[in-house]
């Protein structure tokens, strides 16, 4: 097992991509995607981690292709989705068999060694007509600037806990976002954002209610250079 799979796999066993803040921000994520109609056809789905975004595909009829560096979440997502086929490689290393109508990096690019390199070999996977549809933290979130001010970081891209704790490796703001596509030979058809987070996820889980995280969630798509999510669609 190479490092970088020890190193997945770590992430995998202490994850908390099933928190409640967590949740709802992928589940909203699946709802921008399905406004642009992007799961017809052939379906690749980059780090799936434990499946929240695969079983809202899933539900929907869509028989997605899902990629995973870590074999904790391809043992778990096999037993969940025992028709999907489910690749246990490196992003690196991945040979697809068929071209790809959609293809989703849900939080992938801000934990990849190279996101170019990967974005250039993610873009020779597409059908002529395909579509990536890509998500990643927004480093100019309101929380991040409030976290400036109130001296918890140094500034805006500082790494917190939890993003070590993921195995972040960058945090994008829009314009490095779109860059990295423009640097792979990539067209940004479509930009945006969701969730105006003010507060750490933890302080949100503790005191928001269920209609509060909802409404921010909305509100960031109003205010995309300071949502703490943002997306883009991409193709050829």
Not at 195 to 204: A, E, F, H, N, R
Not at 206 to 219: F, K, P
Request: charged content about 25%; overall charge negative; some cysteine.
């Amino acid at each position: 097992m190479s490092d970088e799979s020890k190193k997945i796999d770590e992430v995998a066993n202490n994850s908390l991509y099933t928190s409640t803040a967590a949740l709802a921000t992928i589940n909203y994520s699946y709802e921008i995607f399905s406004r642009y109609r992007l799961g017809e056809g052939s379906i690749l789905e980059l780090g799936p981690a434990e499946g929240t975004m695969t079983e809202r595909l899933y539900r929907d009829g869509y028989k997605p292709e899902l990629l995973e560096g870590s074999k904790v979440f391809c043992n778990q997502l096999r037993k969940k989705f025992p028709d999907l086929e489910v690749y246990n490689k490196l992003f690196e290393d991945f040979e697809p068999k068929i071209s790809y109508d959609t293809i989703i990096l849900g939080h992938v690019l801000e934990h990849v060694v190279d996101p170019v390199s990967i974005l250039r070999k993610v873009g020779t996977w597409l059908t002529n007509n395909g579509r990536i549809f890509a998500a990643v933290p927004n480093k100019r979130s309101i929380h991040r600037q409030a976290a400036v001010i109130m001296g918890l970081i140094n500034h805006e891209g500082t790494m917190s806990a939890k993003d070590i704790h993921h195995g972040h490796r960058r945090i994008y703001d829009p314009e490095s976002f779109r860059h990295a596509f423009a640097s792979s030979g990539l067209y940004v058809e479509h930009f945006g954002g969701y969730w105006l987070k003010s507060l750490s996820d933890s302080q949100i889980e503790r005191h928001w209610t269920h209609e509060m995280l909802q409404a921010s969630l909305i509100l960031g798509e109003r205010y995309p250079d300071i949502a703490a999510e943002i997306y883009l669609i991409a193709k050829k």
